[in-house]
């Protein structure tokens, strides 16, 4: 696995609609995602902002840049496919 360098002005808000698509809300601050990490059936949310992302579910994973990138290479392999549940934005 090679890491891109970290650049200073990366949006990760930028790289998680890249990866998963439009999210399911979002506001000037922050964008929710259902959570790569968690069980499907938990419906969990990611809560990813510029600088940071955190799971709001039960996984409770967090970080910057490198852990989004790092997470998002892991979970490649198995892109959920089923529909997105609108939580209303
Ligand atoms: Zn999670």
């Known amino acids: 696995m090679t890491l891109k360098p970290t650049t200073g002005n990366a949006d990760l808000r930028q790289l998680a609609v890249e ?3 439009r999210p399911l809300a979002s506001s000037s601050l922050a964008a ?3 959570c ?3 069980q499907r059936n938990t419906h969990s949310i990611m ?3 510029a600088d940071q992302f955190r799971c709001l579910g039960q996984c409770r994973i967090a970080g910057g840049l490198l852990e989004l990138e790092t997470l998002i290479t892991a979970s490649a392999e198995h892109v959920p496919d089923d529909v997105l549940v609108e939580i209303g934005a």
């Open 32 to 34: 929710l995602w259902r």
């Open 47 to 49: 809560m990813v902002a």
């Open 19 to 21: 990866t998963w698509g």
């Open 36 to 38: 790569p990490c968690c």
